[in-house]
């Protein structure tokens, strides 16, 4: 899975700073995970969580990131957040294939 992260400017009223944003690649555009977009407050805040979201694996459905441990706790974030979209167990056999944009998001379009 293809995945980017833009940084972007908070506002006034969201206490200045930045927003970190995963952006995932379905199909000729990138999606962004607006739900789990990160605000920071300085420089460093960026940088750390730019590294995060590039380094670790991603929740292909709301861009959540994922410790340094890979997929771990991708289960039960999965049944506690995305069961009502397709179960977990039919979502991990595309997830752990690298298919799961393909199949779920880009066929959305």
């Known amino acids: 899975?293809?995945?980017?992260?833009e940084v972007y400017p908070a506002t006034e009223q969201e206490n200045g700073g930045f927003w970190?944003?995963?952006c995932?690649?379905?199909?000729?555009?990138?999606k962004h995970m607006?739900?789990?977009?990160?605000?920071?407050l300085d420089k460093q805040a960026v940088a750390d969580a730019t590294w995060n979201a590039l380094n670790n694996k991603v929740c292909?459905?709301?861009?959540?990131?994922?410790?340094t441990h890979g997929?771990?706790?991708?289960d039960?974030?999965?049944?506690?957040n995305h069961e009502d979209i397709i179960s977990y167990e039919d979502a991990w056999k595309l997830i752990s294939q690298d298919k799961y944009v393909d199949?779920?998001?880009?066929?959305?379009?």
């Open 60 to 67: 292909p459905e709301c861009g959540h990131v994922f410790s």
């Open 34 to 40: 607006q739900k789990s977009r990160v605000h920071c």
């Open 1 to 5: 899975m293809k995945t980017k992260v």
């Open 71 to 74: 997929w771990d706790g991708i």
């Open 103 to 109: 199949v779920m998001l880009a066929s959305a379009e």
């Open 76 to 80: 039960a974030h999965w049944r506690a």
């Open 20 to 22: 970190v944003c995963v």
């Open 24 to 30: 995932i690649h379905v199909s000729s555009y990138y």
